[in-house]
């Protein structure tokens, strides 16, 4: 399995990202994709995930309410969006995947960088 995440850059407060993460290497049926951040100096971040069969989406409560996770099934991709930036979601992003009865993510992809400029 092969995740690649694009769509990070430099962003200024108030405005919104877009990250894509190709999946590849495997049909995703009965899948769980993520996507988590890691900000300098803190842990890992879970933001939120979708289901692929149905896209049922659970979020963080941080993010709730400006995280919108989505998939698009013909192109394999998943993707994030996120509004009312701040600094504070300044971070690396990541997507990653798992099957269903697995308790942890299995596959990870290589991290998008995205800075909030204030």
């Known amino acids: 399995v092969q995740l690649q995440a694009s769509g990070g850059g430099l962003v200024q407060a108030g405005g919104s990202l877009r990250l894509s993460c190709a999946a590849s290497?495997?049909?995703?049926?009965?899948?769980?994709m993520g996507w988590f951040r890691q900000a300098p100096g803190k842990e890992r971040e879970f933001i939120g995930s979708i289901t692929w069969n149905l896209g049922t989406t659970v979020y963080a409560d941080s993010v709730k309410g400006r995280a919108t996770i989505s998939r698009d099934k013909a192109k394999n991709t998943v993707y994030l969006h996120m509004n009312r930036l701040t600094p504070e979601d300044t971070a690396i992003y990541y997507c990653?995947?798992?099957?269903?009865?697995?308790?942890?993510?299995?596959?990870w992809g290589q991290g998008t960088q995205v800075t909030v400029s204030s």
């Open positions: 990653a995947s798992r099957s269903s009865a697995a308790r942890s993510y299995m596959y």
């Open positions: 290497g495997r049909t995703f049926t009965n899948w769980i």
